[in-house]
């Protein structure tokens, strides 16, 4: 009886330490929050071919913008979510090809999503109509972005549509793009999504809207189709970053595109030599927080 009852005493003193480690864990996670309170994170993710970007207000709320393609948002998210947290307040897809959407599917599986922002642009590919149905199954709010919404992220931070202005059921998925500025204090970054020269040409005769950013999210990976160089200028970002895979059969990031960057002296970064960008904002200036930062190169070869 003696045997047994020290046997019970010193599992439960080995199931009290882990309970206090896990309590102790947990409060580190919060003073850890805590420390973040004022700080937007922008983080633009290791997603492959494709865009997935990862955005927390100053008060807590997360959105992601595209979700990459294949499975790979799934992998990423857990770099920058607690394991502990499974709710995001918004998701985008800026334009329906499937290296913004497909990794949405997966992710719908695991966490719960409260709205997702879409253009108004459509695609038969069959993965588009999962993604369509399995939102609907889990009761995520579809809102249609339109020019002039501004979507407040909490803590004085929010995000302004610049486009589509209209309907643009009939636009190719890259002319009907979604375009966004993050705007936090004085800080802000343009969210280009596949958006073409064409729509950049069409910003700048109508925004109504500074289009001066911090940070400049090129346009389709940094393809030629995109990063005007009259529009570059007019941003006139401190930081150009763009989302590209290794040794993408685009080529993305163009030379063109970078040769644009270069004469306008906009450093510029990509996730393919870098991984996952990562920058905060204390409302008064973004802080690029890679080490060891490297210059995006053409055709992502490595």
């Known amino acids: 009886m003696e045997a047994s ?64 393609p294949n499975n790979n948002l799934l992998k990423q998210i857990p770099k920058v979510i607690p394991w ?9 897809v800026t334009n329906p090809d499937a290296d913004h959407y497909e990794g949405f599917i997966k992710f719908l599986d695991k966490y719960k999503v409260k709205k997702i922002l879409e253009p ?32 407040d992220i909490g803590g004085g931070a929010y ?23 993050l705007v936090y204090g004085n800080t802000s970054v343009m969210l280009q999504g596949d958006s073409t020269a064409k729509i950049e040409q069409y910003l700048l005769s109508t925004a109504s809207t500074t289009l001066d950013a911090d940070i400049l999210k090129a346009g389709h990976h940094g393809s030629r189709t995109s990063s005007y160089v009259g529009y570059v ?17 685009y080529g993305h990031p163009h030379k063109e595109v970078l040769d644009t960057m270069q004469k306008l002296e ?13 920058f905060e904002s204390d409302g008064k200036n973004f802080v690029l927080k890679n080490k060891n930062i490297k210059i995006a190169t053409a055709g992502c070869k490595i």
């Open 120 to 151: 108004g642009t459509t695609n038969t590919y069959r993965a588009y109509g999962v993604l369509q149905e399995k939102l609907k199954i889990k009761n995520v709010e579809k809102v249609l972005a339109r020019k002039g919404q501004i979507i």
């Open 84 to 92: 502990y947290d499974r709710t995001v307040d918004m998701i985008v």
């Open 5 to 68: 009852s020290s046997h019970f005493k010193t599992y439960l003193r080995w199931y009290l330490l882990l309970v206090l480690i896990f309590i102790g864990f947990m409060i580190w996670s919060v003073v850890l929050d805590k420390e973040k309170i004022g700080v937007l994170k922008f983080v633009v993710l290791d997603i492959g071919q494709g865009d997935a970007i990862f955005i927390e207000s100053p008060t807590g709320v997360q959105i992601i913008v595209d979700g990459g």
């Open 233 to 249: 200028k007019t941003v006139s970002p401190k930081w150009t970053v763009i989302s590209s895979g290794v040794n993408n059969s």
């Open 266 to 278: 906009i450093p510029t970064f990509d996730t393919c030599n870098n991984g996952r960008l990562i």
């Open 159 to 181: 995000l302004h549509v610049l486009f589509p202005d209209r309907d643009v059921l009939g636009l190719t998925p890259n002319d009907g793009s979604i375009v966004m500025k």
